[in-house]
């Protein structure tokens, strides 16, 4: 009896150390991955709608002339950029700007990646300087579900249905140098030495390569 008392308990023993095992959960081994925005994310993240950023937008706007702080009469910011206070130009040159701040081309760029955030399928439009080949000036709209936002900063206009009654209405016999996607734009910005990022090192930055150079810079 006593041999059969010793037997059950070593059963019940190693039965409870075995479904202990089983039952044990064990930590996942997850990646350190670090999250990187093009512009501080407090701003993203607290924009939630146009009439949102139709007030920011009219809190920060700041107009600055590209040729102020850069030497260059035109030179485009991205969004990250925009919020810097020093950046290093494509041609290598590091210089000091007033952050949250920037002229047509500059606003037009940012609204558009901030309607791309609210589910716009998002633009920037340049319209040329015949005279000097420079810009003149710079919009952005989005479109999302047949709704059509243009923004002109700092007004931002619901009232029309299409970029083309926005133009004819707003812009009437002006014609356009550039009209393409937010991401196409600052595609081609991020390629030729723009910052991507808004917390990024200087040294990170590659210099601009010669004839890959944006026009005027």
Known sequence: ????LLILLAFCFILFVFVGCVNETQPIPYPTISIRYEIPPEIIFSIRSVEELKFWLWQNYNYVKDDTWSGIKDYPLTPAEFFRDEIQLTNGAIVSKLPRSGD??????????????????AYIVVIPDCYTKGIAHAISYGIKNNEFVAIDSPLVITKYSSFDEYM????????????????????????????????EEINDVPK??????????
């Open 208 to 217: 601009c390569r010669g004839d890959v150079c944006p026009v005027g810079e």
């Open 168 to 199: 004819e209405k707003s812009h009437p016999n002006k014609t356009v140098s550039t009209h393409t996607t937010i991401n196409v734009y600052l595609d081609y910005l991020y390629i030729t030495g723009h910052h991507k990022y808004w917390d």
């Open 104 to 121: 047509c081309e500059d606003y037009a760029s940012l609204t558009a990646y901030l309607l791309q955030q609210l589910g716009y399928k």
């Open 1 to 4: 009896m006593k041999k059969l």
